[in-house]
Structures are given as C-alpha cells and as structure tokens.
C-alpha cells in the first residue's frame, strides 16, 4: 500500500504571530491552542476542517510545527509546548512507535 501525502501552501495572515495560539500542555497531557487562530489560518489558505478525528490531531500536529520551525527560523522566540511537542515525536519517531497512548493507556 502506498501512502500519497499532498503538500499545501498555508497562508499565515500578517496579523497573526505563533504566541496567538496559546500553546497550553495539559495536566492529562493533552495539548490545547486557540481554534480561531487555526480557524483563521485554514480560512486565510482557502482551506476547511473537514477530517475524522483520528485524522485531526495529526494534521493540527503538522500545521503547529510546521508553523513553529518556520517562526523560529525567523527568529522568533521559543516556545516551551512547541518544544515540547517535537521532542515527544522526536522520541517517538526514535524507537518506532507510531501511536501515541494517553497517560496510564499504554
């Protein structure tokens, strides 16, 4: 089975700037972001959320770091959950687990 991944060119409106989207880790480790922000950048790109749940988080995932790596190339300032994040995959990625289990489900 071959997997086909297509690329998009999202549109970051020159209003925004990555801090808006309140990066927040939860206690259950889950992590949460302003959805207006998302939203305004998916609207921006000519894009809509339209994506099953499992599908969701990995794309909200790709967009966050996506957006991240490019907001730090630029020189902007760290942001610990986004750190965070890419460590977490980094890890992951490392050993091979392809899944991620909430706290206390693995």
Known sequence: MRCL???IRL???????????????????SVSFDWDVIA???HASGLSVELSADDLEDQMSAL????Y???????????PVAEDL???VSA????GQTVS???GRA
Do not use: C, Y
Not at 11 to 29: A, G, K, T, Y
Not at 64 to 67: D, E, G, N, R
């Open 5 to 7: 991944h297509q690329q």
């Open 86 to 88: 890419i460590a977490e």
């Open 69 to 79: 790596r490019a907001h730090r190339r630029q020189g902007g300032a760290p942001d």
């Open 11 to 29: 549109i970051i409106p020159d209003e925004l700037s990555f801090s808006d989207l309140h990066l927040v880790r939860e206690p259950d480790s």
């Open 40 to 42: 305004g950048i998916l």
């Open 101 to 103: 289990h909430p706290p």
């Open 92 to 95: 992951e990625e490392q050993i």
């Open 64 to 67: 966050i770091v996506s957006w």
